[in-house]
């Protein structure tokens, strides 16, 4: 079984408003959690799954934006995540960059890696990080490749 516990990051622009995105309950949705679960790693319940991240004040006001993020972050880490995955790139900008704010601020803040989710798909599918970019983020994300090939059958 695979040590690699996900939090499926949704955010609150993904899932809302709900009568255009035609999901019935924008603030509980499973659909990423049910498919990794079912294909590529375990996931985890966690409660701040759709909370805002800041991400309408990331340029003006980022201490918002820490305070946010780093409550999402310790809510994952909280309830049992080693890695997070994101579509949006405003929610990963503030996810992943603004942790080094967060070392500084909170300087307790262990670091936690953010990825986007056709990453997490790309990586076990046997794609390296180099190719999918993920060399890119601020955050390293440290993995062994029977972490991510064990999880698929």
């Excluded at 990825?115 to 993920?134: A, D, P, Q």
Aim: net charge positive; aromatic share 6%; charged share 25%.
């Amino acid at each position: 079984m695979s040590n690699l516990n996900v939090a499926c990051y949704y955010g609150c622009l993904l899932v809302r408003p709900a009568d255009i995105t035609s999901l019935m309950m924008p603030k509980n949705r499973h659909q990423w959690k049910e498919s990794l679960k079912q294909q590529i790693a375990k996931t985890v319940d966690w409660n701040h799954k759709v909370e805002c991240c800041g991400a309408a004040h990331s340029i003006a006001r980022r201490d918002i934006v820490v305070d946010l993020s780093k409550k999402i972050i310790d809510d994952a880490i909280a309830h049992g995540a080693n890695v997070m995955v994101v579509a949006c790139p405003m929610c990963h900008t503030n996810l992943d960059m603004r942790q080094r704010t967060m070392k500084k601020v909170y300087p307790g803040h262990k670091e936690f890696p953010v990825l986007y989710l056709t990453e997490l798909v790309g990586l076990s599918l046997g794609m390296n990080e180099k190719e999918l970019g993920i060399d890119l983020h601020y955050i390293d994300f440290k993995y062994d490749d029977n972490i991510i090939k064990n999880t698929v059958a």
